[in-house]
C-alpha cells in the first residue's frame, strides 16, 4: 500500500471528485513553497501530471510555460489508485494486458461504485475509517478516546472532523456534553 500524507490524500481525493480529476485548486493552507515541494514530490510519484490547461473552459492554471500557455494538474490512475479508487477507463489496462474481454457484472447486479454514495468512502484499515467507526459508534467518542485508538493529537482529531468529514466526505459530525464523560462527538448511523 502506497504510503501518503495527510496533504497529498487530501489533494487527491478532491480531484477524484472533480471533472477530469483536476487536483486544482489546493488546499488553501498549502501555498508557496510548500505546495510546490507537495505537488513535486506527487508528479515525482506519478500521482499527478501536468496538462496543458484548456482556458476556455476555465480550468485553473497550475503555472504558466512562458509561450502564452498554462498548465494544470491532474490526478492520474496511480494517484486515483493510492487513495483506493479504481480507474474509470477501461482503457488503463496493465502494461502487457491483452485485448481479451473481461468478466463484467451482470446488468441487474449492482457494482461497488454504484452502490457506493457519491462522496468518496475512506479505505478500510485506516485512522479515518477508525474514526468514522467510533463516531458512528452508538455512544459516539470523546477526543481523548480517538486520541488514544488513533495515534493523534487533539487538534489533528478536531482538523480531521472539521476537514476531512465535514468539509470533504460531507458527513456532519455532531456533539453533545454528557455528564462524566465530557464532549461526545457522532455520526449518524451509516
Request: hydrophobic share 40%; glycine share 10%.
Amino acid at each position: 500500500m502506497t504510503k501518503l500524507s495527510d496533504t497529498q490524500a487530501l489533494i487527491l481525493s478532491a480531484a477524484a471528485q472533480r471533472p477530469e480529476h483536476i487536483a486544482l485548486p489546493l488546499p488553501e493552507s498549502l501555498r508557496g513553497g510548500a505546495a510546490a515541494k507537495v505537488v513535486g514530490a506527487m508528479l515525482a510519484k506519478g500521482f499527478l501530471e501536468e496538462v496543458d490547461a484548456d482556458l476556455r473552459k476555465g480550468e485553473p492554471v497550475w503555472r504558466e510555460t512562458g509561450d502564452g500557455h498554462g498548465v494544470t494538474l491532474v490526478a492520474t490512475d496511480a494517484g486515483l489508485a493510492a487513495i483506493g479508487i479504481e480507474p474509470d477507463d477501461a482503457s488503463t489496462a496493465p502494461v502487457g494486458a491483452t485485448d481479451a474481454p473481461t468478466e463484467q457484472p451482470a446488468p441487474d447486479t449492482p457494482t461497488e461504485t454504484e452502490s457506493a454514495p457519491k462522496t468518496r468512502t475512506p479505505r478500510e484499515g485506516t485512522k479515518q475509517a477508525t474514526l468514522i467507526a467510533m463516531l458512528r459508534a452508538p455512544d459516539g467518542a470523546t477526543i481523548e478516546e480517538i486520541m488514544a485508538a488513533t495515534g493523534w493529537q487533539s487538534h489533528t482529531v478536531r482538523g480531521a472532523m472539521a476537514g476531512a468529514l465535514k468539509k470533504k466526505l460531507g458527513l456532519e459530525v455532531t456533539s453533545e456534553k454528557v455528564e462524566d464523560r465530557g464532549r461526545v462527538y457522532k455520526l449518524p448511523a451509516a
